[in-house]
T-cell receptor
């Protein structure tokens, strides 16, 4: 079974702190994604990566950056956390191939509270 | 651009009731369509998918048929159980999408009461 793990289930940070959210997948997937999930807004794509060191902006990249130094690991960075970044963050991965056919596999999520 | 519109929730049903959650989409290409489910405290997981028009996806008693003429992919189950309580997301992935990007609906929360 594909396993996607996220470093923390819950995080509490202060405004202005630098925050790292880590995601690791164990199925050699090429594609990895970071979403945030907010009530009434569904899932919104922050960034995605289709290869090591490659990254592309999603729909809401402002205030975030990412790093993919190894194929299995995709990190989301909040350079200076703000209260409006309080949210549930979901990581996902999928294999390369015919993009439209591929299921995304999700981690359990990290619930971040910025005070 | 691509978009997915889901029936607004929350939806509350009694056990053994019939479930329909509506989903319509807009896409520029020939998308694949997905239903994901999120149980409390967990990430999303694939429930079912369909990759071309008139395909029916099915899993765990849930079904959805890809209707190109009405651009719809409605989720149905004949008899829901308390364990089906979850948030359901409709999604599409366009064949031209870079890296298999998907577009998700806002999610519909289902509560099934005994």
């Amino acid at each position: 079974d594909v396993k996607v793990t996220q470093s923390s289930r819950y995080l509490v940070k202060r405004t202005g702190e630098k925050v790292f959210l880590e995601c690791v997948q164990d199925m050699d997937h090429e594609n990895m994604f970071w979403y945030r999930q907010d009530p009434g807004l569904g899932l919104r794509l922050i960034y995605f990566s289709y290869d090591v060191k490659m990254k592309e902006k999603g729909d809401i990249p402002e205030g975030y950056s990412v790093s993919r130094e190894k194929k299995e690991r995709f990190s989301l960075i909040l350079e200076s956390a703000s209260t409006n970044q309080t949210s549930m963050y979901l990581c996902a991965s999928s294999p390369a191939g015919t993009g439209a056919l591929e299921t995304q596999y999700f981690g359990p999520g990290t619930r971040l509270l910025v005070l | 651009g691509n978009s997915v519109t889901q029936m607004e929730g929350p939806v509350t049903l009694s056990e053994e009731a019939f479930l329909t959650i509506n989903c319509t989409y807009t896409a520029t290409g020939y998308p694949s369509l997905f239903w994901y489910v999120q149980y409390p405290g967990e990430g999303l997981q694939l429930l079912l998918k369909a990759t071309k028009a008139d395909d029916k996806g099915s899993n765990k008693g849930f079904e959805a048929t890809y209707r190109k003429e009405t651009t719809s992919f409605h989720l149905e189950k004949g008899s829901v159980q308390v364990s089906d309580s979850a948030v359901y997301f409709c999604a599409l992935s366009d064949q031209w999408s870079n890296a298999g990007k998907s577009t998700f609906g806002d999610g519909t929360t289902l509560t099934v009461k005994p």
